[in-house]
């Protein structure tokens, strides 16, 4: 598989948000820190989501074509 594949990418952020949501969790950062942490969690998440309806949109796309009824 290569490495910009969605799943690939989707597991790279997803690794990165539990980083920054587990230093963020530790408590042990001065606020500018915890502060820049939390923008990058925010984007993180962001992209995240995206990618996953992004694959959800293509699912629905693939019943649709297969004759299933889309949710």
């Known amino acids: ?7 690939a990418t989707y597991e790279t952020l997803y690794q990165q ?3 920054v949501v587990n230093r ?3 408590g042990t950062l001065p606020l500018e820190e915890s502060l ?5 969690g ?5 992209a995240c989501q ?6 959800e ?4 796309q693939l019943q649709v ?3 299933e009824p889309a949710d």
């Open 42 to 46: 925010v984007q993180l998440a962001a």
């Open 24 to 26: 963020l969790e530790a």
């Open 57 to 60: 949109l293509r699912i629905e």
């Open 65 to 67: 074509g297969m004759g």
């Open 36 to 40: 820049h942490l939390y923008e990058q």
């Open 1 to 7: 598989m290569s490495e910009n594949t969605p799943v």
């Open 50 to 55: 995206h990618l996953l309806d992004t694959a």
């Open 17 to 19: 948000l539990q980083e």
